[in-house]
């Protein structure tokens, strides 16, 4: 479900701020935001996520590394090279993404070159 149709059917944004949804992050401290993967932007992300992936799917990180996950993902969408599209009907252009576990490098994208 796309993030317009999740809105419209009632999930929130913050839907992790429910106490039904709220034990992955409740240990988070000052400086620290619930960071969620799937992103709730995608099919894959939202409160469906906790249900069908399990409760790892939170975490409490630090709010820049958030916040620097938030601008990765928004500069990949808005990079001509990359070809993507947003569409409130069916969510917009299919991408891969490949958790990298414990490796000390930012979040980055990789698009085809437009140039030959």
Known sequence: MSAAEKVVSGVSRTWYNQVV????????????????????VTVEGGSAALDSIGP???KP?????????GTAYTAMINTT????????????TEFLAVPMVNVD????????????
């Open 21 to 40: 949804y709220q034990a992955p992050c409740l240990d988070r401290t000052s400086g620290q935001q619930c960071y969620e993967y799937p992103l709730f």
């Open 61 to 69: 990180i630090l709010t820049a590394d958030n916040q620097a996950e």
């Open 81 to 92: 090279d990359c070809g993507m599209a947003y569409s409130a009907l069916d969510g917009g």
């Open 56 to 58: 790892h799917v939170l």
């Open 105 to 116: 490098i930012p979040s980055l994208f990789i698009c085809p070159s437009s140039q030959p």
